[in-house]
C-alpha cells in the first residue's frame, strides 16, 4: 500500500517540530507552514474581534454599548452571581443536562436502527425527521403551551423534555451519519460470539460512535444553554428559570446595566467550555458526517 | 415478543388521546365558564397575581418590594387567601405574549394582572377580562381618576381595567448647556420652531453634546412612539391616528405631516442623535444615561427620568439632577396648550375567575394612597388618582419632576387600544427612522413609507387620509 | 482491509472510516443483484424498541405540534381579541394575502441573500480553517480552534449584543478602522447580521470539515505528491471531491440552522432598520406576536417548512450523484 516515497516523515496533525529542510520541497513547505500559520493568527484575531467588548464591559463600572477602557471593577462579577443569578445557572445546568441527557439516549438508540436495521419507509421517516429540524419554534408554542397547562407540565423537568424533542432530529441525524462511517465487521463478529443488541450497543457500536455521540450532545446541551423562548413560556416559577431568562433581570425599564450584562454572559459561557474541554478528548476535534439520507 | 407486539397500538394510542385532547381543548378554548363570584370564598384559597418582574419598575428589587409589600396588607384582611405570584420576565413583548397565552386557558388565567394599557380593547374584546362596573361603584378612589385615565378602561360602556399609573411626556434639557448658549432660562417654547431654534443655538455652541434626542426607527416600538413623535401628533389639529366609528388607521394628515416636518428639520439640521443610539435596543432610556454624563442637551422624554436620578432608585445616582436639568411641557403646533401622550399599566381581573371579589378587594388595596404613590415612585409614574399629586410623599420623592409631570396628565391624549395599531407604530417607525437614517428624506417621502407599509399590511379599506 | 482496522483500532478519537470509501453492508463487493435479497436483514421488532422513545416523543411532542401549527396557517386565530378563543378554518385567504404582501417578497428575499451568503462564507472559512489547523503548531492550533468553537457555543442572545455592540459607533470595528463613529450595522445591516450568523456558525464546519480532512487515507494524498502535483492542484482535484459529501452535508445543515436563526438577528436589529433584515423566522414572529396575527404568521411559517424541504431534495439528489 504505502510506496516507498523518499520524503521526510509524514507531518503529524500533533504538528511535531519539524527537523531543518534538507531538500528544496521541504524548505517549500516549511515556508508554507510560517504563512499558513499567520493565517490562522489573522483568523483567530479576527474571530476574537467581537469578544473584546464583552471582556471590556465586564470589567467596567460605567459600561455602555461603546468600546472604551474600563474603570476596573468588580463589581459586575458579584452581581452577576448574587442569590438567584447564581440559581439560575444551576437551574440553566439541570435543564440543559436532562435535556441532553434525553435526547442524545434516545437519539442514540434510533440512529443506530436507523443506520444498521431494515426499517420500512426509512427514506422518507430520514426525511422528515429533517425537515422537523427546520420548523419556526415560535409558533409551535401555541399548541405545545396548551398541551402542557392542560397536564399540569408548567415547570423545568417538561421543559426539559420539550427541549429535547426539538434537539432530537438533529441529534439522530448527526449520530446516525457517524455510526453509517463505522465498518459492520466488529459487529458481526460479536454477533457470532451471540451477544445481544444491548452488548453490541454498550461494547461495540458506543466506543466506536463515541466522537458523534458526544458531538450531538454538545450540540444538545448548548442548544438548550442558549434557548429563550420555551423556557419563558413553558416555566411559570421565577426560581426554576434558567440563566437565559435571568439575563433580563439586568434590563430594567429605564436603565440597563451592560457591565452586569457581559460580566453575567461571560459567567453563563463558562460550564458550556468546561463541558466541550471535557469532551473534545472524546472527539479530538471533530466528528465525520458522511451525510446521505440513505437507506 | 408478544409483549412487542402490543406496544406499537399501544403507543399510538395514547399519542392520538392526548393530540386530541391537546387540540380539543385549543379549539374549545376554556371549557366551562363558571360565573364571577360577587363573595369571598369561605374556605381557603389561592389567588393567582401576574406582573412583569423586569420591565414595569424600575428595578426588580422594587418590582418584588411593591408587590410583597401590596400583598402582605391584603393577607392581613384575608387570612383565608394564599396569594401566588406569577412574575414574567423580560421586557415589554414578553409580558404581553405571556399573559396571552396564560389567558387563553381559565384555569391558568391570573385572577389578577398587570397588563399595559394599550393591550386593554383586544383583551377585553376576547372576553379575557372581567367587567368591574359593579365593584367600582363602592371604590373611594375611583371617582378621582380623571376622566382621561377612566375612559382607558372603558369599552362599549364597561370598565374593564383601572389605571396602576401612568406617563406622560414632556422637554427636558439641560439649563447649564442652555446658558451656556444663551437661551433664556427657565425655557418656555412656545412653538416648535423654538424647539428646533434652541437646540440649533446648543449645535453652535455648545460641541460635542446631541442638541435633541427624538425617538426614531422601529427598534423601540410602541414605547418609542409613546415617548416620541405620538407627542407631536396629538398636538396638532388633526390629532387622530385611529378613527374608532370607521375603524381605520389614519396615514396622512396635516398632523402628521406636521409632526414629521419637524422630524425632518431636527435632522436635517444635524440636530439629533445617531442611528447607532436611536436603533439599540435599549433606545428609549438612553436619554437617562445621556444627561447623566452630559452628552445630551434636549430631550423629549418621559416622567420615570426624574425617579430614575434619584438615590433611592439608582446607584451610582444623580444628586445634580434638580439643579441641572430644567424641565417644560410640549406646546402644541397652534402654541396654545400642552401636548403629551398618556399611558401606562393597569389591573384587569380574570373574566371566569373564581376569586373576583378577592381579586377586586386586592386591587381596592393596590390602589390605597400608600401604595399607590409607593407604585408611582419606584416605577416613574403619577398615580391616577389626582388626590394623590398634591401628596408630600409623592411631591418630595423626585421634586420638582413628579409635580411637574402630574400637572399635565389631564391634558394628555390615549394612544390608540386597537388591534392593528403595532402595524402603524411599526410603519411611523420606518417613516421616522428614514428621516434619521437619511435626513434628505422628504416628508412626502416619509408620509408615502407609512402609508404604503400600513396599506399593505391591513388593506386599502382600512386606511384613511384626513384632508 | 486491514488499513482500514488499524485507523479504527488507532487512538479511537481519530474518527472511523469515512464514507466515501463506502458504508453499507460490504465495501468492496459487487453491485447486489436484483430481488430480494436473501442474506438482507429482515425487520426485526427489537428495531421498534430502539425506535419508539424517539418516535413517541417525537410523534406526540413535536410533529403533531407541527401539523397543528401548519393548519393554524388557514384559520383566522389571533393571539388576543375576537378571534382568539372563537375561531375557524379560512381557507385559502391566508394564502391571497401571502401572495400580495409586498413584505413577504422582500422577506424571503433576504432570507435567500442571508442563507446564500452563510453558506458561503462558513464552507468557505470553514474549510480554511480546518486546513490551516492540520498543519499549524499546537499552541496555536489549540487557541485559535477553541475561540473559533467559542464563537460557536455562545448563545444566540450574547452573541447578538457583542455584535452590535462590536459593529455601532465607537465599537471595536469602527475603533480598529479608524472609523469610530461609524455605524457599520445600521447601514449595511444584512451584510452585518450574515457576518454575525458566519461567526457563529463557522466552528461547526470547522469541526465536521477538519475530521473529514484527518480520515482522508494518507496514501491517497502521497501518491498526488509522488505525480508532483502542487498544493492547490491536489487541493482541487484530490481533496475536495473526497471532501464533498461532508461539504454537501454542511451546506445543508448550515441553511436549516440559519434559517432558524431568530434570536441573534432579533438582538442586533429587530428585523430593522426597515425591515431590511427582516428575513422569514422574525417576519414570522412579527406577525404571529406582535401584529396579534397568529394564523398569518403560522403561514409564513409553513413557508420555512417548504423552503427546508425544497433545500432537502436538493441535498437528496446531490448526494446522490457521486463520483
Given amino acids: 500500500m504505502t510506496a516507498g516515497i523518499a520524503a521526510p516523515a509524514p507531518q503529524a496533525a500533533s504538528g511535531a517540530s519539524v527537523q531543518p529542510p534538507a531538500n528544496p520541497a521541504s524548505r517549500r513547505s516549511m515556508s508554507n507552514k510560517a504563512i499558513s500559520n499567520l493565517l490562522l493568527s489573522a483568523f483567530g484575531a479576527l474571530f476574537v474581534l467581537p469578544m473584546v467588548w464583552l471582556v471590556l464591559a465586564s470589567l467596567d463600572a460605567n459600561a455602555t454599548w461603546s468600546v472604551e477602557i474600563p474603570h476596573l471593577t468588580g463589581a459586575n462579577f458579584a452581581a452577576a452571581l448574587s442569590g438567584s443569578n447564581l440559581q439560575s445557572i444551576i437551574n440553566s445546568i439541570v435543564l440543559s443536562g436532562v435535556s441532553t441527557a434525553i435526547a442524545t439516549v434516545c437519539g442514540a438508540l434510533a440512529a443506530y436502527a436507523l443506520s444498521r436495521r431494515r426499517i420500512p419507509w426509512k427514506g422518507p421517516l430520514l426525511l422528515i425527521v429533517l425537515f422537523l429540524t427546520g420548523v419556526p419554534l415560535a409558533i409551535l408554542i401555541i399548541p405545545i403551551f396548551e398541551m402542557f397547562s392542560d397536564l399540569g407540565w408548567l415547570s423545568i423537568l417538561p421543559c426539559a423534555l420539550f427541549l429535547a424533542v426539538t434537539t432530537l432530529p438533529f441529534e439522530i441525524y448527526l449520530i446516525k451519519n457517524f455510526i453509517d462511517a463505522v465498518p459492520q465487521d466488529l459487529e458481526e463478529a460479536a454477533r457470532m460470539e451471540r451477544a445481544g443488541t444491548v452488548q453490541i450497543l454498550l461494547k461495540v457500536i458506543g466506543p466506536l460512535a463515541m466522537p458523534g455521540i458526544a458531538a450531538a450532545a454538545i450540540f444538545g446541551f448548548v442548544t438548550a444553554w442558549g434557548s429563550f423562548l420555551i423556557p419563558l413560556v413553558l416555566i411559570t416559577s421565577p426560581n426554576q428559570q434558567p440563566g437565559s431568562i435571568a439575563i433580563f433581570g439586568f434590563i430594567g425599564a429605564a436603565n440597563v446595566r451592560y457591565g452586569d450584562i457581559a460580566a453575567f454572559s461571560l459567567i453563563y459561557a463558562v460550564p458550556i467550555f468546561l463541558l466541550y474541554a471535557l469532551a473534545s478528548r472524546l472527539f479530538r476535534g471533530g466528528f465525520v458526517l458522511s451525510g446521505a439520507v440513505r437507506g | ?467 | 482491509m486491514s488499513s482500514q482496522a488499524n485507523s479504527v483500532a488507532m487512538a479511537g478519537a481519530a474518527g472511523p472510516v469515512p464514507a466515501a470509501a463506502g458504508t453499507g453492508p460490504r465495501p468492496g463487493l459487487p453491485a447486489e443483484p436484483a430481488g430480494k435479497r436473501k442474506d438482507r436483514e429482515r425487520f426485526q421488532w427489537s428495531s421498534l424498541t430502539l425506535l419508539a422513545p424517539s418516535l413517541f416523543l417525537l410523534a406526540v411532542l413535536f410533529v403533531i405540534p407541527v401539523i397543528y401549527a401548519f393548519y393554524l396557517g388557514f384559520t383566522n386565530l389571533e393571539l388576543v381579541g375576537p378571534n382568539a378563543v372563537t375561531w375557524h378554518f379560512t381557507g385559502t385567504q391566508n394564502l391571497h394575502r401571502l401572495g400580495s404582501d409586498p413584505t413577504f417578497f422582500l422577506s424571503l428575499r433576504l432570507t435567500l441573500i442571508f442563507i446564500v451568503g452563510s453558506i458561503v462564507g462558513v464552507v468557505v472559512i470553514g474549510l480554511a480553517l480546518a486546513v490551516l489547523l492540520q498543519t499549524a503548531v499546537a499552541p496555536l492550533r489549540i487557541l485559535v480552534g477553541g475561540i473559533v468553537v467559542i464563537a460557536w457555543m455562545m448563545p444566540a442572545i450574547t452573541a447578538g449584543m457583542t455584535w452590535y455592540a462590536s459593529t455601532t459607533a465607537s465599537g471595536t470595528f469602527g475603533t480598529l478602522l479608524g472609523m469610530p463613529n461609524s455605524d457599520f450595522l445600521h447601514h449595511e445591516p444584512l451584510l452585518i447580521v450574515t457576518l454575525a450568523n458566519v461567526w457563529s456558525q463557522t466552528g461547526f464546519a470547522m469541526l465536521v470539515l477538519g475530521a473529514a480532512l484527518r480520515n482522508i487515507p494518507r496514501e491517497v494524498l502521497e501518491a498526488a505528491d509522488m505525480e508532483d502535483a502542487s498544493r492547490w492542484q491536489r487541493f482541487r482535484l484530490i481533496t475536495l471531491p473526497l471532501l464533498r459529501p461532508t461539504i454537501v452535508t454542511t451546506v445543508l445543515l448550515i441553511t436549516l440552522i440559519s434559517l432558524a436563526n431568530f434570536a441573534l438577528i432579533y438582538v442586533m436589529t429587530q428585523g430593522g432598520p426597515g425591515n431590511s433584515t427582516n428575513i422569514l423566522p422574525l417576519y414570522s414572529y412579527q406577525q404571529a406576536f406582535e401584529f396579534n396575527n397568529l394564523a398569518y404568521g403560522a403561514l409564513v411559517g409553513n413557508v420555512m417548512v417548504l423552503i427546508c424541504a425544497i433545500f432537502g431534495v436538493i441535498y437528496v439528489r446531490a448526494s446522490r450523484v457521486r463520483t
Fill in chain 2, 1 to 467: 415478543m408478544a409483549m412487542r407486539r402490543f406496544a406499537a397500538p399501544r403507543l399510538t394510542a395514547v399519542a392520538a388521546v392526548l393530540a386530541a385532547g391537546a387540540i380539543a381543548a385549543a379549539c374549545s378554548g376554556s371549557g366551562t365558564t363558571p360565573a364571577a363570584s360577587t363573595k369571598e370564598p369561605t374556605g381557603p384559597y389561592t389567588i393567582k397575581i401576574a406582573y412583569g418582574s423586569d420591565y414595569v419598575f424600575d428595578t426588580t428589587g422594587f418590582t418584588t418590594k411593591w408587590w410583597d409589600q401590596v400583598a402582605a396588607e391584603f393577607k392581613k384582611s384575608h387570612p383565608n387567601a394564599t396569594v401566588q405570584f406569577i412574575p414574567i420576565p423580560g421586557s415589554y413583548n414578553d409580558i404581553v405574549n405571556k399573559l396571552s397565552l396564560l389567558y387563553r386557558n381559565a384555569s391558568t388565567a391570573p385572577d389578577v394582572a398587570e397588563i399595559p394599557t394599550g393591550q386593554i380593547g383586544l383583551w377585553a374584546q376576547a372576553d379575557y377580562l372581567l367587567p368591574l362596573n359593579s365593584y367600582l361603584k363602592s371604590s373611594s378612589w375611583w371617582p378621582q381618576f380623571p376622566s382621561v385615565i377612566q375612559s382607558e378602561g372603558r369599552f362599549s360602556g364597561n370598565v374593564y381595567a383601572v389605571n396602576q399609573g401612568e406617563n406622560d411626556s414632556a422637554l427636558l434639557y439641560n439649563e447649564q448647556m442652555f446658558r451656556k448658549a444663551g437661551i433664556p432660562v427657565p425655557w418656555n417654547p412656545k412653538s416648535w420652531s423654538d424647539i428646533i431654534a434652541a437646540a440649533a443655538k446648543i449645535k453652535a455652541k455648545v460641541p460635542g453634546v446631541t442638541p435633541i434626542w427624538l425617538n426614531a426607527g422601529t427598534g423601540s416600538g410602541a414605547n418609542g412612539l409613546l415617548q416620541g413623535i405620538n407627542n407631536f401628533i396629538v398636538g396638532t389639529s388633526t390629532p387622530t391616528i385611529y378613527d374608532a366609528k370607521n375603524n381605520k388607521f389614519v396615514v396622512d394628515s396635516p398632523g402628521i405631516r406636521q409632526a414629521l416636518s419637524f422630524y425632518q428639520q431636527a435632522y436635517a439640521k444635524g440636530l439629533g442623535a445617531d442611528t447607532s443610539a436611536l436603533f439599540s435596543p435599549n433606545a428609549v432610556t438612553t436619554p437617562l444615561t445621556e444627561f447623566q454624563s452630559g452628552k445630551l442637551a434636549i430631550a423629549v422624554g418621559s416622567n420615570y427620568y426624574g425617579g430614575n436620578w434619584t438615590k433611592t432608585i439608582s446607584a451610582p445616582y444623580w444628586a445634580q439632577a434638580p439643579s441641572t436639568m430644567g424641565e417644560a411641557v410640549i406646546p402644541t403646533y397652534s402654541g396654545t396648550g400642552t401636548a403629551s401622550t398618556l399611558g401606562g399599566w393597569d389591573f384587569a381581573v380574570a373574566a371566569h375567575s373564581k376569586v373576583a371579589k378577592a381579586a377586586f378587594d386586592f386591587i381596592n388595596i393596590a390602589e390605597n394612597e400608600q401604595n399607590s404613590i409607593d407604585a408611582a415612585n419606584w416605577a416613574g409614574w403619577v398615580p391616577p388618582d389626582k388626590a394623590y399629586w398634591t401628596a408630600p410623599l409623592y411631591t418630595s420623592f423626585a421634586p420638582p419632576y413628579n409635580a411637574f409631570f402630574a400637572d399635565i396628565t389631564p391634558s394628555s391624549t390615549l394612544t390608540p387600544s386597537s388591534a392593528s395599531y403595532s402595524v402603524w407604530v411599526q410603519g411611523m417607525g420606518e417613516a421616522t427612522g428614514a428621516i434619521a437614517q437619511n435626513p434628505n428624506t422628504t416628508v412626502s417621502q416619509a408620509v408615502s413609507i407609512l402609508k404604503n407599509y400600513v396599506t399593505s399590511q391591513l388593506g386599502s379599506s382600512q386606511v384613511e387620509t384626513v384632508p
